[in-house]
Nanobody, 121 residues
Framework: QVQLVESGGGLVQPGGSLRLSCVAS????????MGWFRQAPGKQFELVAV???????TWADSLKDRFPISRDNAKNAVYLQMNRLTPEDTAVYYC???????????????WGRGTQVTVSS
């Protein structure tokens, strides 16, 4: 079993910054892709950013310049630095990690419960 603990969400004013963290724990033998997705009110669930175990990154086109993503493989952690936030960034942000657990050959995706980010003055 794998648990994901997200932190760092909250209320921030437009133009401000937040840093989301997600730490995976459990019987993990290897971590593959780690990333963030979001669900805004009335909008489709969407990719924010993903980083592979080799450090290659993929972003939603509109977020690349503002939302750098990083990871710490030793901690099984992924981070999303969110800069120059706008009200359109208001959403629940979900961590997603692809993990191979001990004793298994296949890797599976796991999801965090989500952390609310609200951008408002």
């Amino acid at each position: 079993q794998v648990q994901l603990v997200e932190s760092g969400g909250g209320l921030v004013q437009p133009g401000g910054s937040l840093r989301l963290s997600c730490v995976a724990s459990g019987r993990i033998s290897r971590t593959y892709d780690m990333g963030w997705f979001r669900q805004a009110p009335g909008k489709q669930f969407e990719l924010v950013a993903v980083i592979t175990s080799d450090g290659e990154t993929t972003w939603a086109d509109s977020l690349k310049d503002r939302f750098p993503i990083s990871r710490d493989n030793a901690k099984n952690a992924v981070y999303l630095q969110m800069n120059r936030l706008t009200p359109e960034d208001t959403a629940v942000y979900y961590c997603n990690v692809v993990v191979r657990t001990s004793g298994r050959e296949s890797a599976w995706p796991y999801w965090g419960r989500g952390t609310q980010v609200t951008v408002s003055s």
